[in-house]
């Protein structure tokens, strides 16, 4: 009974033994070191810090001196436009009511030959006053594209002088450090590079879609040649 009991206490003492030996282990056991990319793996390169230049390119376009030139001279060009084709136009409505009056007291088939030359005269008028106002719109993009072109080399050498690799457009900054804004540099510069600008418009038949002027609006030819002449109405 005896031996049994100091068996017992052997093996517990044993017990205790590895237990603490075994706590102790794992106490002092640190979790491994994730492991380092060595020098010359695949690692991605550092991001640099933004540095930051804010240019106000619309803003820009419309208040330098070559911006107003070129806006001036689409107002002067407008304005003659719509002279010269407002005065056509009431020409054109008056000869319509002309026409009008005429028509009960015409033969069918002369009233029909003077409203197919109106109608052709109508159609070359709205045909002109539309490749006219193309070929505006075409100097203008152009002149435009010389001035964008302009200001994008002015910004380019304030970039590099600054030493910036973020250029925002200031339309879309709510927020900002003023010391980035280099509007005002630009525009100096820019006036400098850039003091005006010549509108150049297009003749009509350059303009894409655009014709020769006789092909516009062919020549009125006799009633007879263009169509049969209208029958009389039979009497009842």
């Known amino acids: 009974m005896t031996r049994v009991f100091l068996q017992r206490v052997a093996v517990a003492s044993m017990v205790a033994l ?17 492991p380092t990319l060595a020098a010359g793996t695949n690692a991605p390169p550092p991001v640099p810090a933004p540095i930051v230049m804010i240019v106000d390119f619309e803003g820009i376009m419309g208040v330098s001196k070559a911006g107003k030139s070129l806006q001036g001279q689409l107002d002067s060009q407008r304005t003659a436009m719509q002279k010269e084709f407002g005065g056509r136009e009431n020409e054109l409505r008056k000869e319509e009511e002309d026409l009008t009056k ?10 029909e030959t003077k409203a197919r030359e109106f109608q052709q005269k109508v159609a070359a008028y709205q045909r002109e006053a539309q490749l006219r106002d193309r070929a505006l719109s075409q100097g203008v993009g152009e002149a435009r594209q010389k001035l964008q072109q302009a200001l994008a080399e002015v910004v380019q050498q304030l970039t590099t002088e600054r030493g910036a690799n973020l250029v925002l457009y200031k339309s879309q900054v709510f927020l900002y450090e003023t010391s980035y804004d280099a509007s005002q540099e630009a525009l100096k510069r820019l006036d400098e590079k850039l003091p005006s600008l010549t509108l150049t418009i297009p003749k009509p038949s350059e303009v894409a879609g655009g014709q020769p002027a006789q092909a516009q609006a062919p020549a009125a030819q006799p009633a007879a040649a263009q169509a049969e002449p209208a029958k009389p109405a039979k009497k009842k």
């Open 18 to 34: 590895l237990i603490g030996a075994s706590g102790s282990a794992l106490a002092q056991t640190k979790p491994a070191a994730a």
């Open 102 to 111: 005429q028509r009960s007291t015409l033969p069918a088939d002369q009233f």
